[in-house]
Nanobody, 121 residues
Framework: QVQVIESGGGSVQTGGSLTLSCAASGTISSISVMGWYRQGPGNERELVAT???????NYADSVKGRFHIDRDGEKYTITLEMRHLEPEDTATYYC???????????????WGQGTQVTVSS
């Protein structure tokens, strides 16, 4: 019953900016981590940024200083602010959560369907 929905993808030119949003909903007891992963053409899915329940962040080296992950004002909602975008950032971006439900005390992974980001040179 847990749903993860991304939004905000689009096409921009090199140097442009985009902000992605992710909202998790459903029968959720708690969320340990929310984050973003991406999969570019011919590549495997890789970590972009994560945000823990304690407020700690983790970024891929390739996006440090350019991307910023943060909580939105709504519960179980995060954003990914992307600035100074490069063609190498072109990928499908997936939102991920590690959450507990009333039916399972252990953490479980949930994924969104992805949102496309295209950066042209």
């Amino acid at each position: 019953q847990v749903q993860v929905i991304e939004s905000g993808g689009g096409s921009v030119q090199t140097g442009g900016s985009l902000t992605l949003s992710c909202a998790a909903s459903g029968t959720i007891s708690s969320i340990s981590v929310m984050g973003w992963y991406r999969q570019g053409p011919g590549n495997e899915r890789e970590l972009v940024a994560t945000l823990s329940e304690w407020g700690t962040t983790n970024y891929a080296d390739s996006v440090k200083g350019r991307f910023h992950i943060d909580r939105d004002g709504e519960k179980y909602t995060i954003t990914l602010e992307m600035r100074h975008l490069e063609p190498e950032d072109t990928a499908t971006y997936y939102c991920h959560i590690a959450a507990k439900t009333p039916y399972n005390p252990a953490l479980r992974d949930y994924w969104g369907q992805g949102t496309q980001v295209t950066v042209s040179s």
